[in-house]
């Protein structure tokens, strides 16, 4: 089918990209008229001035929403707070209204999302059924999800993805770990307690194709691989893979300078315990259940017994 993609230049949406023609579908990319090259399969639309092409929108069968602000990339001062929140609602709610509105409107449409929906939990486990939490990205999740609901009523099959911490050698969160833990300097952040439910970018693009195809699978879905670690589980077992030490724990004085003590409490010293339960009832295996085994995938490291035996 033809498959619509917001953030297709993002991390995951590159990522989704050759995989949807690996699957046998026509991915079609959501761009700005004025950036959208010779050549490349495109619907225009502006999601800040509110427009888009939706004659060009019937007949495509699913919509994978990713665009959005990076939540973790600068300071959180009020602008860039409502940058964060607007960049998902207004385009998530342009989205699920226009699709509303459409003659043949797609069968599916997956719509991004993430595990701070839940807040800080502690060691609480957490499903789908569990409640949002009460802080800025939760609240950010609560309305992001929220905007999709003109598709819901009008009888889309929505899938509000909320994503884990996710994992590939080039972007996100890994690629920032990789040079101090090469260094041999990485290490625990905090306390090291907090959970980070992790899932690895090739599970997470699997899981798309998933939500995309499966009709049973509708409204919150985590995608998150089904063993989260602690932090200092993570750091021990990338430390573990690189073959370098993890003693001291990761200075965060000189990221809260940087990037301020609120961004760096949420995202870094807090966390939640979130399991996948609703994408392993509808059907769907990891090709990487753990951390240790994602982690040897996505750097091509092999334990050190097999290495010596090939």
């Known amino acids: 089918m033809d498959v619509l993609v917001t953030g297709s230049s993002g ?3 590159a990522a989704l990209l050759p995989a949807l023609v690996e699957a046998g ?29 939706a004659a060009s929108l019937e ?28 960049s ?46 009460t802080d800025f990205v939760a609240d950010v ?22 994503s884990g ?10 690629k920032r770990l990789l040079l101090p833990f090469k260094l041999g300097v990485g ?4 306390s090291g307690k907090q959970w980070m439910s992790w899932i690895s970018l090739d599970d997470e693009v699997r899981a798309i194709l998933h939500a995309i195809g499966t009709d049973s699978l509708r409204g919150p879905a985590n995608l998150t691989a089904p063993n989260p670690v602690t932090n200092a589980e993570l750091s021990a077992t990338l430390a573990r893979v690189l073959h370098r030490p993890a003693l001291l724990p990761t200075p965060t004085l000189g990221v809260k300078a940087l990037y301020g003590s609120e961004l760096v409490q949420h995202l870094l010293l807090e966390g939640q315990r979130v399991l996948p339960a609703r994408l392993e009832a509808s059907g ?9 085994d994602a982690l040897r995938s996505i750097l091509d490291r092999a334990p050190t017994g097999e290495r010596g035996a090939a």
């Open 187 to 190: 290490g625990r952040t905090g």
């Open 284 to 292: 769907f295996t990891f090709a990487h259940p753990t951390l240790e």
């Open 59 to 86: 007949g495509v069968g699913a919509v994978v929403h990713l665009a959005g602000a990076g939540i973790g990339d600068k300071r959180w001062d009020d602008e860039r707070k409502r940058l964060i929140l607007e």
């Open 141 to 162: 999740c609560v309305q992001w999800e929220a905007a999709a609901r003109p598709a819901v009523d009008a009888g889309v099959r929505v899938v509000n993805i909320r």
């Open 11 to 13: 991390f995951i949406g």
């Open 165 to 174: 911490i996710v994992l590939g050698r080039h972007g996100g969160v890994l």
């Open 88 to 133: 998902r609602t207004r385009p998530t709610r342009l989205l699920a209204e226009t699709l509303a509105g459409l003659a043949k409107p797609p069968t599916a449409f997956v719509s991004g999302s993430a595990v701070g929906y839940y807040g800080n939990r502690d060691d609480e486990t957490l499903t789908e059924d569990s409640p949002p939490g």
């Open 25 to 53: 579908h026509r991915p079609i990319r959501a761009l700005r008229a004025s950036t959208i090259p010779e050549g490349v399969e495109a619907i225009a639309w502006d999601p800040v001035a509110g427009t888009i092409d």
